[in-house]
């Protein structure tokens, strides 16, 4: 294919198909059920999970539901390209969001499916495929309904890992834990000049599989989302995603699933943003109510007095991730 011709490809908008029910909630809830079921005959523990999973009314928000691929994989690029750096992995962060230029076009319908070549599975190896799509996908819908719900506010993509790395020791053996407590893969901030921003951790799963398996993908990403609380205990939103690619020319389909919360960073306005960032060593676990003789659940808390000091780590590395974007190294690194 010519250079012009995937370029004009990548700038035709598509219609994506985005499923956010009742019936979704409630097949992600019995999935997790299971899920605590087959733990616990195992003599292992159920997953802290987000108690409330709701449909999002996203027709409602009067989003036309389309999406370029140049937006997907501007997502993807953006949300990656802070994950290794330095000795050349920029570049390689980059090529995550550019291999995949000509995997996505559009069915008969004029709803975005995978192309021949994005079916080819010599080119991909169909979980990083699904995976990194699926990120791509979620997240440029994601930006697109919290512009909607929040008007002249802008929307910013964290790596939830790097921003955290500022806080905690994210590996476990500080707890004495074989692995660390269950996290998001990233932070959605909604933020704008002189006001407080808030903050919304979400998870985005993707599959070749059917939406039985997007199911019980939501069900673990519901964990997820659950392991860590900002501000007050059980005021943080969240969003959860999954993604089937179907490997025919059916359309790519999201499903989409959130829950209520404040999520705002109390005292997090009008931030002295240049200063380095210090790191912290915040005290492990959440801080929810509990019998006195019981330990704190396993995960991550924002306390109310450390959230301006989060809010400059988002700052900060959303700018990072900008630099990274554009290709400054030493910016990056300041």
């Known amino acids: 294919m010519k250079r012009a011709d995937v370029l004009r490809d990548l700038a035709q908008p598509w219609n994506v198909a985005v499923h956010s029910t ?36 996203v027709k409602s928000l009067g989003l036309s539901l389309q999406l370029t691929p140049w937006d997907v994989l501007h997502a993807l690029g953006r949300a990656n390209v802070l994950a290794r750096q330095g000795a050349g992995r920029g570049l390689a962060e980059h090529w995550a969001s550019l291999k995949y230029c000509q995997a996505l076009t559009g069915n008969d319908g004029r709803y975005m499916a995978l192309s021949s070549e994005g079916r080819n599975p010599r080119r991909h190896y169909a979980a990083t495929q699904s995976g990194e799509l699926g990120i791509g996908l979620a997240l440029a819908l994601a930006r697109r309904v919290l512009a909607a719900q929040y008007p002249d506010h802008s929307v910013s993509v964290i790596d939830a890992e790097i921003a955290m790395r500022a806080g905690w020791e994210l590996t476990g053996r500080e707890a004495g834990r074989s692995s660390a407590p269950r996290r998001p893969g990233f932070f959605l901030e909604v933020w704008k000049p002189g006001e407080p921003s808030r903050v919304i951790p979400v998870t985005c799963k993707g599959t070749h599989g059917n939406a039985a398996q997007v199911h019980k993908q939501l069900a673990t990403a519901s964990a997820d989302v659950e392991g860590i609380h900002i501000g007050a205990y059980n005021e943080t939103p969240a969003f959860v995603f999954g993604t089937t690619l179907p490997k025919k020319s059916e359309s790519i389909t999201l499903y989409l699933l959130h829950a209520p919360g404040d999520g705002t960073l109390a005292d997090a306005k009008d931030l002295y943003l240049d200063p380095p960032v210090e790191d912290r060593s915040i005290r492990p676990g959440i801080d929810a109510p509990t019998n006195p003789n019981e330990e704190p659940p396993v ?27 554009t290709g400054g190294g030493e910016p990056t690194a300041r």
């Open 299 to 325: 995960g991550y808390h924002v306390r109310p007095e450390e959230c301006g000091w989060f809010g400059r780590v988002l700052a900060q590395a959303d700018a990072a991730g900008l630099m990274a974007f």
């Open 22 to 57: 009742s019936d979704l909630a409630g097949s992600v809830a019995k999935a997790a059920t299971a899920d605590d079921k087959a733990k616990r005959e195992k003599n292992q523990a159920p997953l802290r999970r987000k108690p409330e999973l709701r449909p999002l009314p």
